[in-house]
């Protein structure tokens, strides 16, 4: 916002400023308005001063300082007059007779001539070819117009010479330097420098007066031309967005997992101590704002990202990261060369930017490793049981089974898309056997939520095989339901019975 407004009022600022000192001095020292009637067209221009007041004045006069009717005119706008036609007056000028020539003229000369109480100035210009004075009064409507644009500017406009001495100034900058009672900005531009921005204050924190500018300095032929926007609204901005996140920073100083934030240009701009702990990272890497393919290169220096099996494949994988973490939520589980098992999550940011953490979940991993692990071996054990075995949740979902009770039954829940309940089971079981009175019995065992005990019950299947149905609560309201075999009996013992 400040650099287009600056370059606008650079054009006119600069343009107005110029053509401003080099009309007052054609004005003044060469120009000569139609004479009034009897009067010669080289007529000096007079004034009397008394008391540092001009109290009287040629009408040519009047019309150099601009001064209409009985205004009052003091020395200081009369030098101010003067200062761009013969430079800046000696401060003894009004105590002594002497006779000063124009820097760009050596024609325009102004004589002082002390009186009694009175000081008379006489300034003579040689007349000014009719074709010049012609010129000059086309440019008068837009001068006007550039006086009016200048004084008018939201900004702080003044020129100084290649000393840095101050030549002019508008209406914002005095008001300035009176509020601060001296120069209220100590620019001093490298000559080497077309053009120089720099960030400046002005005022005093302990009178609470103190406001922010940036100042554009564009070098001239003989001197420098300054501009100064006030910029209090960017600089608490900017201090809202610092604070912020120095608030994020300490928030999220003890979170164990690491953080990394980066702005819309890629550049890191928030990370928190357990990025340095997790990843090893140096310092001074994370502090100077690396960007994001630096950060993810240092990374794989350090093996902290898994070993690509080339560079060109990683860079391809990287960007392929980064454009899921900008646009949606995105999470890999990396297993690194060192055994660690680490899952990076990218998330998208505001106004563009990219969140990624970083997350140690090694234990997590060992912890799901070591329970699949004994899932198995439990598994292995009841398949190698010849009894049929199946276990059921306590909403009556089959949860799971063993070799044989899939062989004896055909079902298995790993396979199957839909979850196979205690209805369907019992269903297929009494199909299979002589009627009997446990069915009923048997579901209500496992969805009931009150004590239970164990119990057994003989089934006789349709080949007249003898089998063993035992039902046995589990933790968490789940149930083991067994199959099991029961022999034959024998010759001497149906004999005996």
Request: proline residues 7%; glycine residues 6%.
């Given at each position: 916002?400040?650099?287009?407004?600056?370059?606008?009022?650079?054009?006119?600022?600069?343009?107005g400023?110029?053509?401003?000192a080099g009309?007052l001095v054609s004005h003044?020292?060469?120009?000569?308005?139609?004479?009034p009637?009897?009067?010669?067209?080289?007529?000096?221009?007079?004034?009397?001063?008394?008391?540092?007041?001009?109290?009287?004045?040629?009408?040519?006069?009047?019309?150099?300082?601009?001064r209409?009717?009985d205004?009052?005119?003091?020395w200081a706008?009369v030098?101010?007059?003067l200062?761009?036609?013969?430079?800046t007056?000696?401060?003894d000028?009004?105590?002594?007779?002497?006779?000063?020539?124009?820097?760009?003229?050596?024609q325009?000369?102004?004589?002082?001539?002390?009186?009694?109480?009175?000081?008379r100035?006489?300034?003579?210009?040689?007349?000014?070819?009719?074709?010049e004075?012609?010129?000059?009064?086309?440019?008068?409507?837009?001068?006007?117009?550039?006086?009016?644009?200048?004084a008018r500017?939201?900004l702080?406009?003044?020129?100084?010479?290649?000393?840095?001495?101050?030549?002019?100034?508008?209406?914002?900058?005095?008001?300035?330097r009176?509020?601060?009672?001296?120069?209220?900005?100590?620019?001093?531009?490298?000559?080497?420098?077309?053009?120089r921005?720099?960030?400046?204050s002005?005022?005093?924190?302990?009178?609470e007066?103190?406001?922010?500018?940036?100042?554009?300095s564009?070098?001239?032929?003989d001197?420098?031309?300054?501009?100064a926007?006030?910029i209090?609204?960017?600089?608490?901005?900017?201090?809202?967005?610092?604070?912020?996140?120095?608030?994020?920073?300490?928030?999220?100083?003890?979170?164990?997992?690491?953080?990394?934030?980066?702005?819309?240009?890629?550049?890191?701009?928030?990370?928190?101590?357990?990025?340095?702990?997790?990843?090893q990272?140096?310092?001074?890497?994370?502090?100077?704002?690396?960007?994001?393919?630096?950060?993810?290169?240092?990374?794989?220096?350090?093996?902290?990202?898994?070993?690509?099996?080339d560079?060109?494949?990683?860079?391809?994988?990287?960007?392929?990261?980064?454009?899921?973490?900008?646009?949606?939520?995105?999470?890999?589980t990396?297993?690194?060369?060192?055994?660690?098992?680490?899952?990076?999550?990218?998330?998208?940011?505001?106004?563009?930017?990219?969140?990624?953490?970083?997350?140690?979940i090694?234990?997590e991993?060992?912890l799901?490793?070591?329970?699949?692990?004994?899932?198995?071996t439990?598994?292995?054990v009841?398949?190698?049981?010849?009894?049929?075995?199946?276990?059921?949740?306590?909403?009556?979902?089959l949860?799971?089974?063993?070799?044989?009770?899939?062989?004896?039954?055909?079902?298995?829940?790993?396979?199957?898309?839909?979850?196979?309940?205690?209805?369907?089971?019992?269903?297929t079981?009494?199909?299979?056997?002589?009627?009997?009175?446990?069915?009923?019995?048997?579901?209500?065992?496992?969805t009931?939520q009150?004590?239970?005990a164990?119990?057994?019950?003989?089934?006789?299947?349709?080949?007249?095989?003898?089998?063993?149905?035992h039902?046995?609560?589990?933790?968490?309201?789940?149930?083991?339901?067994r199959?099991?075999?029961?022999?034959?009996?024998?010759p001497?013992?149906?004999?005996?019975?």
């Amino acid at each position: 916002m400040v650099e287009p407004v600056l370059a606008l009022f650079t054009g006119l600022g600069a343009g107005g400023a110029a053509f401003l000192a080099g009309w007052l001095v054609s004005h003044a020292g060469r120009r000569a308005p139609e004479p009034p009637p009897g009067m010669a067209a080289d007529a000096p221009i007079t004034m009397v001063l008394r008391d540092g007041l001009v109290t009287e004045s040629s009408s040519q006069a009047d019309r150099l300082l601009e001064r209409s009717g009985d205004d009052a005119i003091g020395w200081a706008e009369v030098a101010a007059a003067l200062q761009p036609i013969f430079g800046t007056l000696p401060p003894d000028l009004l105590h002594r007779a002497t006779s000063l020539a124009a820097e760009q003229d050596p024609q325009t000369r102004l004589t002082v001539i002390p009186e009694d109480e009175t000081v008379r100035l006489i300034l003579r210009v040689p007349p000014l070819p009719a074709g010049e004075a012609l010129r000059l009064r086309s440019h008068e409507p837009e001068l006007a117009r550039l006086r009016r644009i200048v004084a008018r500017a939201p900004l702080a406009i003044w020129m100084t010479d290649t000393d840095h001495a101050l030549t002019w100034s508008n209406a914002i900058y005095e008001d300035l330097r009176a509020q601060v009672g001296t120069a209220p900005f100590a620019v001093r531009p490298d000559p080497a420098q077309a053009l120089r921005v720099t960030r400046t204050s002005v005022g005093s924190v302990e009178a609470e007066t103190l406001s922010w500018y940036e100042v554009q300095s564009c070098r001239l032929s003989d001197g420098w031309l300054h501009y100064a926007q006030n910029i209090d609204a960017v600089i608490a901005a900017e201090t809202t967005q610092r604070n912020f996140l120095q608030t994020l920073t300490r928030i999220f100083a003890h979170l164990p997992i690491a953080l990394a934030v980066f702005d819309k240009e890629r550049r890191l701009v928030l990370f928190n101590p357990a990025l340095l702990d997790l990843t090893q990272l140096p310092a001074d890497f994370l502090t100077g704002r690396p960007n994001l393919l630096s950060f993810f290169d240092m990374l794989r220096d350090r093996q902290v990202l898994p070993e690509p099996r080339d560079y060109r494949s990683w860079r391809d994988k990287l960007g392929e990261v980064i454009a899921a973490a900008s646009s949606d939520h995105h999470v890999e589980t990396w297993s690194l060369p060192s055994g660690a098992t680490y899952r990076m999550t990218g998330r998208p940011h505001p106004d563009g930017g990219i969140a990624f953490l970083f997350e140690d979940i090694s234990a997590e991993v060992k912890l799901t490793r070591h329970f699949r692990q004994e899932l198995e071996t439990s598994q292995s054990v009841l398949d190698s049981l010849e009894d049929a075995i199946a276990v059921f949740s306590r909403l009556g979902t089959l949860a799971s089974c063993n070799a044989a009770y899939r062989e004896m039954w055909g079902a298995d829940p790993e396979e199957s898309p839909a979850d196979l309940g205690i209805g369907e089971a019992t269903r297929t079981w009494q199909a299979a056997f002589r009627p009997s009175p446990i069915w009923s019995e048997l579901r209500d065992f496992v969805t009931t939520q009150r004590e239970r005990a164990a119990w057994d019950a003989e089934l006789v299947d349709l080949d007249g095989r003898r089998l063993r149905c035992h039902a046995e609560p589990l933790p968490g309201g789940a149930t083991l339901v067994r199959f099991a075999p029961l022999a034959a009996p024998q010759p001497e013992a149906l004999a005996t019975s």
